[in-house]
């Protein structure tokens, strides 16, 4: 059965471009003046051109803070709904999100997983909190193809006691892939997703990845096509927003950080330096 599936998903080389809307936060990164945003009260309209263009450093070149704050495990806690989306008093993005789960310990300063993109809590109440987007964070993230009423992928960072159901999950999202294809096996859903060079040299069969925040296990990488799939059982469905999305959409990908890891300490030189020593049997 798994034999002639992966069979039908090979054989499928053609990729469809089906025409994806743009949606506000999209409208507004490329065209601030045609935005229809639902802004609250305390926003202010101002222009978004510093989120499509990284600022130079007097040295020209451009560094991301790759700071660890939070830690996450992939397994999603909920679905929330965006309410709202406008520029901030500030000058940047907030975002409003209806939620249940996640506010049930909330304070301000908590990091909040939202489609694998960790994001600080800035505001909250009862029924919704508000976490701001930096304008890095919307040229890395799917994040600005959301609108009012998008469902999104939640989860806390995890305890000390917490329980690791998923693996690793940093919350800081590598880049996009653009789902190519949506294969339904049964009950199951097979999904393929195109992404870039730089990350598919970390995707390897069976191995981990985090696709919108859900922590999955890679079944099978095409290589000539740059892209890899993965299976969701029934329960998974209904639990995420990936089935939601159509063919043509964006997920957010980050990739197991052990790979990188590795990739660092090869790249080193570390390997070709250390001096193993095998002393009765034993290496030190």
Request: positive net charge; aromatic residues 8%.
């Amino acid at each position: 059965m798994a034999v002639s599936v992966m069979f039908s998903l090979k054989s499928l080389t053609k990729i469809p471009k089906p025409h994806v809307p743009k949606t506000p936060i999209a409208n507004l990164l490329t065209s601030p003046s045609k935005s229809h945003l639902k802004f609250t009260p305390n926003f202010k309209s101002s222009s978004l051109s510093h989120f499509t263009t990284i600022p130079k450093s007097k040295s020209g070149t451009h560094f991301r803070n790759l700071t660890v704050r939070s830690l996450f495990t992939g397994i999603v806690e909920e679905m929330g709904e965006v309410k709202q989306l406008g520029v901030s008093s500030d000058g940047g993005f907030d975002m409003k999100i209806r939620a249940k789960t996640v506010l049930q310990d909330v304070h301000l300063g908590d990091s909040i997983a939202v489609n694998g993109t960790c994001l600080t809590v800035t505001e909250f109440g009862q029924e919704d909190f508000i976490v701001g987007l930096s304008p890095e964070t919307l040229r890395k993230t799917s994040l600005s193809e959301l609108e009012p009423g998008s469902l999104v992928n939640l989860e806390r960072a995890v305890q000390p006691m917490s329980r690791m159901g998923g693996h690793f999950v940093q919350g800081h999202v590598d880049g996009t892939g653009e789902i190519v294809l949506m294969v339904p096996e049964k009950d199951s859903l097979w999904i393929k997703v195109k992404a870039d060079r730089n990350l598919m040299k970390y995707v390897v069969p069976k191995g981990f990845i985090a696709v919108d925040g859900t922590s999955l296990t890679v079944v099978d990488v095409f290589d000539d096509e740059d892209c890899f799939n993965f299976m969701l059982v029934e329960y998974t469905q209904q639990k995420v927003v990936i089935p939601l999305k159509k063919v043509g959409q964006k997920v957010n990908l980050e990739v197991d950080i052990l790979g990188k890891y590795v990739e660092r300490l090869l790249s080193s030189g570390f390997v070709d330096s250390k001096k193993f020593e095998i002393v009765k049997g034993t290496l030190i």
